[in-house]
């Protein structure tokens, strides 16, 4: 069954969306504060789509077992989309919006197998392997959270799906000496032994050099062009849902600029880009590329080209009508003010501490 039979409309509880909302806010700040840019009814069906991938991805990551975790999550999944989802809020909640926005099943299964590739320990000879992975960990739920705000276009879904590709690259360049520690390698190991680094001792002894720093600048390469790709897409989404989705890519593009600030070191600390920097990104929201579109029309990438087609294969709603709602101006000016208020209060303090000192 490609999304929850509608044959029973499934009631999209507080109480569940109230336990998906912790899960965001103690999982990912990037995401939590994008999400707040979002209007209510994607910040909520976004919000359940990332407490089932969460919980998901830490079933796998924590259960010691990962091949029953997997066997499991299946069988949530499944259940999901029968309309019978388990005992968990975010089944729940996931059920109730898949099934309003028409969600294909096949684009978490996409996700689930990513997370099977991880279990298996799988290796990533060239490119062409790690985007075939990035496809199915972070790809799918790119191309899901554009049919979660209603589009269902072809091109935007592939922007979308570069989007996803983009930031799992960004992830994969900060994390490699994390990784690396835990017995993952992500990189593609040709590039590693291109640059002179043999990729079984690196595992063993994972340690920064030239020839890596070299390696992550040509993948942050690739995925600056594919952020620049995504933009084209963002310009189609719904306005509402814009600037949140342009926070995200912000935020997590700013993660590989404060990387290549610091010499592509990502083995001696984790980079992490500080609270003042991501304010500064946000309020750069007022030059997002609203009209742009140079890029809509360039090609799936081909790893990501069965993401799209799932959608293609079960037209589903649009609910763009739901985000073009009265009001749209006074939104925007909300979270303006917000942002300005947050921009004060760094000078505040400073003015106050000085004032304390000089007392």
């Not at 089944?91 to 978490?108: H, I, N, T």
């Not at 049919?147 to 269902?152: D, F, P, Y």
């Not at 920097?277 to 742009?292: A, C, E, H, T, Y």
């Not at 790893?303 to 609910?319: D, I, K």
């Amino acid at each position: 069954m490609p999304t929850p039979s509608a044959e029973r409309p499934l009631p999209l509880r507080e109480a569940d969306l109230a336990a998906c909302r912790t899960l965001l806010k103690t999982g990912s700040r990037s995401f939590f504060a994008a999400a707040h840019f979002l209007p209510y009814h994607c910040r909520d069906a976004a919000t359940a789509l990332y407490a089932f991938c969460r919980q998901a991805d830490d079933a796998v990551d924590e259960s010691g077992a990962p091949a029953e975790a997997l066997g499991v999550l299946h069988e949530r999944l499944d259940a999901l989309y029968d309309g019978t989802p388990q005992n968990y809020p975010a089944d729940r909640a996931l059920a109730a919006v898949a099934q309003r926005r028409g969600l294909p099943k096949a684009l978490l299964e996409a996700l689930l197998e990513g997370f099977a590739w991880d279990a298996e320990g799988r290796c990533y000879e060239d490119l062409e392997g790690v985007l075939s992975y990035s496809a199915r960990v972070a790809g799918a739920v790119g191309v899901m959270m554009a049919v979660l705000m209603g589009e269902r276009d072809a091109d935007v879904l592939a922007r979308a799906a570069d989007m996803g590709v983009a930031m799992q690259l960004t992830n994969i360049s900060r994390d490699v000496g994390e990784d690396a520690r835990n017995g993952r390698l992500y990189l593609p190991r040709a590039w590693l032994r291109e640059a002179g680094i043999d990729p079984q001792a690196f595992l063993a002894a994972p340690a920064h050099s030239e020839g890596l720093a070299e390696v992550l600048a040509r993948l942050l390469a690739i995925a600056a062009t594919l952020y620049r790709r995504a933009d084209s897409g963002l310009t189609r989404l719904p306005s509402r849902c814009r600037p949140g989705m342009y926070a995200a890519r912000l935020l997590y593009s700013a993660i590989g600029e404060q990387l290549a600030e610091r010499g592509y070191d990502a083995v001696s600390r984790r980079t992490v880009v500080p609270g003042l920097g991501k304010l500064q990104r946000l309020l750069s929201l007022g030059r997002m590329p609203w009209l742009s579109d140079a890029d809509l029309a360039a090609p799936v990438l081909a790893e990501n080209h069965f993401l799209v087609e799932a959608v293609n294969a079960h037209p589903g709603p649009r609910v763009s009508s739901l985000l073009e709602s009265e009001g749209r101006i006074s939104w925007v000016l909300e979270r303006w003010a917000e942002l300005d208020e947050r921009a004060r209060m760094p000078a505040r303090a400073a003015i106050s501490a000085s004032g304390a000192r000089r007392a």
